[in-house]
C-alpha cells in the first residue's frame, strides 16, 4: 500500500520503518529534517520538509495517491487537522490521527475520524498488567476514552479518580 | 451576547476589550501563564488561564451558554479544534475562527467553522482597493462568503458602456445595488445608464466574478 506518514518522531519513524521492510511505500513528512535521522539507514521510501496542515506540503507528499494517512506528531490538534484534511480534502481510504487526549480522541471517533489514543490504551494495559488480568483487545482499551469523557461530562472534578 | 474568546494575543485582547465596551459579556481564555498575567490586570474577570482545547476547562469556563465562540491563537489547527467543539459538544450556534495561513480558509468552512477572518486577506483587498484600477475590487464578502460586495470602474472599454442596466446581460446571481458617479450614491433601476467613470457597486458570486469585471471593464480573464 502507499503510506503517508506525519510526524517523523518515534512513532512515525518505527512505522516507517515497519511498513517497509514489508514492501510498503511510504513517505514521511516532517517540519524538522533532523527528525528524519531516526529512519533505518537505506530507508528506502520518501521524506518530505513541511507542515502537515498545508494542502500544497501533502500534494508534494503524494497523497492524493496514497491508500493510508496516519497523523502521529505531537500535537494532538495538529493530528486531528491534518487527518480531516486527508479525509475530506483528499479523500484517502484509510485515515487515522494519534490523539494523546482520550477526550478529544472520544470526541473526533464520534465525529467520524478514526483516533489511536496511546493513553487509553498505555493505560489499559498497564492496568491489566499490574492486576494479573488477561490483556483487552484494542478497541476495547480505546473503549476506555468514552469512560473518561463521561466523568467530564459527568460533572466530577479533575482530581476525582486519579488516586495519587 | 456572550462571547466566548480563545486565545488572549493582540487580536483576543483588543476584540474583548471592545466588546466590554460594547456591553457584551465576554469570557477570554488565554493558555500562556505570562500572557495571561500581562493582560489580566486590564481585563479583570474577564480572563481565565486555561487550554481551550481542554474540553474540561470549556465545561468549567461555561461554553455551553456562550452564543458566540471565536478563535483567535495563532496556530490554525487549534482554533479549528476548538470551533469544532464549540459546535459538536456546546451546541454553540456560531463559531468564528482567525485563519493564519490563506490556504486553510475554505478547509475551515468545509469542516464546519461558520465564519473565518483572514488577516492576509483582508490586508489584500485593502490594498487592492488602493492600487487596481479598471479591476474588480472585492469589497467585503457577505455572511458565510458565498456572496461578496464588488466594485469596479466603468471603462471605456466595457461592453456595457452608456446602456442601461437592463439591457447588459449581468452574469446569473448578480445585482448592481449601487452607482457612485461624480461622487452622488445612485440607487439605480432597470432603465440607468452606465457612463464612463461610474463606479459600480455590486453583489455576486464568487464564480461569476470574472465575467462581472468583464462587463464592467472590458478586461478579459487572465488565461491560466
Do not use: W
Not at chain 1, 130 to 140: A, Y
Not at chain 2, 152 to 180: F, H, K, M, Q
Amino acid at each position: 500500500m502507499r503510506l503517508v506518514i506525519l510526524g517523523c518522531g518515534r512513532v512515525g519513524s518505527m512505522l516507517a520503518a515497519l511498513m517497509t521492510r514489508e514492501g510498503h511505500d511510504v513517505t514521511i513528512i516532517d517540519t524538522n529534517p533532523s527528525a528524519f535521522r531516526r529512519l533505518p539507514s537505506g530507508f528506502s521510501g520518501n521524506t518530505v520538509v513541511g507542515t502537515g496542515i498545508d494542502q500544497e506540503c501533502l500534494q508534494r507528499s503524494g497523497i492524493e495517491q496514497a491508500d493510508g494517512f496516519v497523523a502521529v506528531t505531537n500535537g494532538d490538534n495538529r493530528n486531528i487537522m491534518a487527518a480531516q484534511m486527508a479525509r475530506h480534502v483528499f479523500h484517502v481510504p484509510k485515515v487515522i490521527a494519534r490523539i494523546y487526549d482520550p477526550i478529544r480522541a472520544q470526541a473526533y471517533q464520534e465525529l467520524g475520524i478514526d483516533t489511536l489514543c496511546s493513553t487509553a490504551i498505555g493505560s489499559g494495559v498497564l492496568q491489566d498488567y499490574f492486576l494479573g488480568r488477561p490483556f483487552r483487545s484494542i478497541e476495547q482499551y480505546i473503549g476506555l476514552c468514552d469512560l473518561i469523557a463521561r466523568s467530564v461530562h459527568g460533572g466530577q472534578t479533575e482530581r476525582e479518580g486519579e488516586g495519587a | 451576547m456572550y462571547v466566548f474568546v480563545v486565545g488572549g494575543g493582540k487580536v483576543g485582547y483588543f476584540l474583548s476589550q471592545v466588546l466590554v465596551e460594547e456591553g457584551h459579556e465576554v469570557l477570554v481564555l488565554e493558555k500562556d501563564p505570562a500572557r495571561y498575567d500581562l493582560i489580566s490586570p486590564d481585563l479583570g474577570d474577564v480572563v481565565m488561564l486555561g487550554d481551550g482545547c481542554e474540553l474540561r476547562t470549556l465545561h468549567e469556563a461555561g461554553m455551553e451558554r456562550a452564543d458566540v465562540v471565536v478563535a483567535v491563537t495563532g496556530d490554525d489547527e487549534d482554533n479549528l479544534v476548538v470551533c469544532q467543539m464549540a459546535k459538536s459538544h456546546f451546541k454553540v450556534k456560531r463559531t468564528v475562527a482567525r485563519v493564519n495561513n490563506p490556504k486553510n480558509e475554505a478547509i475551515f468552512k468545509q469542516l464546519g467553522v461558520d465564519d473565518t477572518i483572514n488577516s492576509t486577506r483582508i490586508i489584500f483587498s485593502l490594498l487592492q482597493q488602493e492600487v487596481d484600477v479598471g479591476e474588480l475590487v472585492p469589497l467585503s464578502p457577505l455572511r458565510r462568503g458565498d456572496i461578496e460586495v464588488v466594485e469596479a470602474e466603468l471603462t471605456s472599454d466595457s461592453p456595457a458602456l452608456n446602456r442601461a442596466i437592463r439591457d447588459i446581460r449581468l452574469p446569473g446571481d448578480t445585482v448592481v445595488a449601487a452607482i457612485i458617479r461624480n461622487d452622488q450614491i445612485l440607487l439605480p433601476s432597470g432603465t440607468t445608464e452606465l457612463l464612463e467613470g461610474d463606479e459600480v457597486i455590486a453583489l455576486t458570486r464568487p464564480p461569476h466574478a470574472l465575467s462581472l469585471r468583464e462587463l464592467l471593464t472590458g478586461a478579459k480573464a487572465p488565461s491560466k
